[in-house]
C-alpha cells in the first residue's frame, strides 16, 4: 500500500472517532499521523487548532433501591450467636428501610431469616423465624403494614460466610431485606 494513501487513512480514522468536522489536510500526513498513531488525542491530530467536540451524555436515573450509593443498599441486619434482638446499630437500617415503603406504597418486602451453621436444621430454622420477624416487628413499629411483608426463615441453608469461624458465622446470623416488586 502507499504510504501516504495508509496515513490519510490513520489520520481519518482518528478525526472519526475524535468527532471533529473538518479533516486535516493531506500534506501534513507525516507529523500528523505518528500523533494520532500514538494516540495523542484531538488536539494533536488537528494541530491544536480546534476545540474539542463536546458530547451530551444523558442522565441516567437509578432507583435507590438499585444504587450502591444509597443507603437502601445495606440490605442485612445481623444478630449476636443465639440471640434474634435488633442491635442499635441496625436500626438505621431499618429506618430507612421504612421510610421507603412508606413513601413507596406499591413496595413489598420479604423479610428471610438466617442462621450459622451451629446448632440443629429445627433449632437453626426456628431462630432464623424469630430473626426475621424481629425485623418485620421494627418495621411495622416505623409504621410499615404487616400486609405488605412477610417473613421467612432459611436457617443455615443460604450462608454468605463460607468458613467454619466467628467472622463467617457473623455474617450468617441476620435477617436480608428484599424487595418482591417496585
Same mark, same amino acid.
Given at each position: 500500500?502507499?504510504?501516504?494513501?495508509?496515513?490519510?487513512?490513520?489520520?481519518?480514522?482518528?478525526?472519526?472517532?475524535?468527532?471533529?468536522?473538518?479533516?486535516?489536510?493531506?500534506?501534513?500526513?507525516?507529523?500528523?499521523?505518528? $500523533?494520532?498513531?500514538? $494516540?495523542?488525542?484531538?488536539?494533536?491530530?488537528?494541530? $491544536?487548532?480546534?476545540?474539542?467536540?463536546?458530547?451530551?451524555?444523558?442522565?441516567?436515573?437509578?432507583?435507590?433501591?438499585? =444504587?450502591?450509593?444509597?443507603?437502601?443498599?445495606?440490605?442485612?441486619?445481623?444478630? =449476636?450467636?443465639?440471640?434474634?434482638?435488633?442491635?442499635?446499630?441496625?436500626?438505621?437500617? @431499618?429506618?430507612? %428501610?421504612?421510610?421507603? !415503603?412508606?413513601? %413507596?406504597?406499591?413496595?413489598?418486602?420479604?423479610?428471610?431469616? %438466617?442462621?450459622?451453621?451451629?446448632?440443629?436444621?429445627?433449632?437453626?430454622?426456628?431462630?432464623?423465624?424469630?430473626?426475621?420477624?424481629?425485623?418485620?416487628?421494627?418495621?411495622? @413499629?416505623?409504621?410499615?403494614? =404487616?400486609?405488605? !411483608?412477610?417473613?421467612?426463615?432459611?436457617?443455615?441453608?443460604?450462608?454468605?460466610? @463460607?468458613?467454619?469461624?466467628?467472622?463467617?458465622?457473623?455474617?450468617?446470623?441476620?435477617?436480608?431485606?428484599?424487595?418482591?416488586?417496585?
Amino acid at each position: 500500500m502507499n504510504s501516504k494513501f495508509l496515513a490519510g487513512a490513520v489520520i481519518a480514522l482518528a478525526l472519526v472517532a475524535a468527532g471533529c468536522s473538518s479533516p486535516t489536510p493531506l500534506s501534513s500526513t507525516a507529523s500528523s499521523a505518528s $500523533g494520532a498513531a500514538a $494516540g495523542s488525542g484531538a488536539g494533536a491530530a488537528t494541530g $491544536g487548532t480546534q476545540p474539542a467536540a463536546k458530547s451530551t451524555v444523558a442522565a441516567v436515573v437509578v432507583h435507590p433501591l438499585d =444504587d450502591p450509593k444509597s443507603p437502601l443498599a445495606a440490605r442485612s441486619v445481623h444478630f =449476636d450467636f443465639d440471640s434474634y434482638v435488633v442491635h442499635a446499630s441496625d436500626a438505621a437500617i @431499618l429506618d430507612n %428501610h421504612g421510610k421507603y !415503603m412508606l413513601s %413507596h406504597q406499591t413496595a413489598n418486602l420479604r423479610l428471610e431469616g %438466617h442462621a450459622d451453621e451451629r446448632g440443629g436444621r429445627e433449632y437453626n430454622l426456628a431462630l432464623g423465624q424469630k430473626r426475621a420477624e424481629a425485623a418485620l416487628q421494627s418495621l411495622k @413499629l416505623l409504621g410499615v403494614s =404487616d400486609k405488605r !411483608m412477610e417473613a421467612i426463615s432459611f436457617g443455615k441453608e443460604k450462608p454468605v460466610g @463460607l468458613g467454619h469461624d466467628e467472622e463467617s458465622w457473623s455474617k450468617n446470623r441476620r435477617a436480608d431485606l428484599n424487595y418482591k416488586t417496585r
